[in-house]
């Protein structure tokens, strides 16, 4: 997947951060302002950035697969995971609510938990 992105430089409070409001998530739902939040400070951190619209379409295909393996993809290949089906959700209405009740999220999260747990910094 090619995202023409920029590189955000998070620290690993940051992706905690975001996980620990994903989880919140999980237990308010969607329609919750915990939902909101982790969109607005995501927003912030440039973790949501423009991009082309085909781009969407080559992470739906990992999407769909349900043997694709998430573990093995870098912190900014998850970043640009969100970045898309946020970016979709504007074109395709319902992408978030589709992408929660999927676990594809909780797949995204997951890895990235693991991955954060390494980081030194």
Not at 16 to 34: A, M, N, P, W
Not at 86 to 105: C, H, K, P, Q
Request: aromatic letters at 16%.
């Amino acid at each position: 997947m090619s995202f023409e992105m920029e590189k955000p430089n998070l620290a690993k409070a940051q992706y905690q951060h975001f996980i620990c409001l994903y989880r919140q998530v999980k237990q308010d739902g969607l329609e919750s302002h915990t939902f909101n939040q982790l969109l607005r400070d995501m927003y912030e951190a440039d973790v949501i950035a423009p991009f082309d619209y085909t781009d969407w379409q080559t992470a739906r295909a990992a999407w769909n697969n349900p043997s694709y393996n998430f573990n093995a993809l870098t912190l900014f290949e998850l970043q640009q995971h969100l970045n898309a089906i946020f970016y979709a959700d504007r074109f395709e209405e319902g992408t978030i609510v589709s992408a929660f009740n999927s676990g594809l999220f909780e797949k995204i999260f997951n890895s990235m938990e693991q991955q954060i747990q390494a980081l030194q910094n």
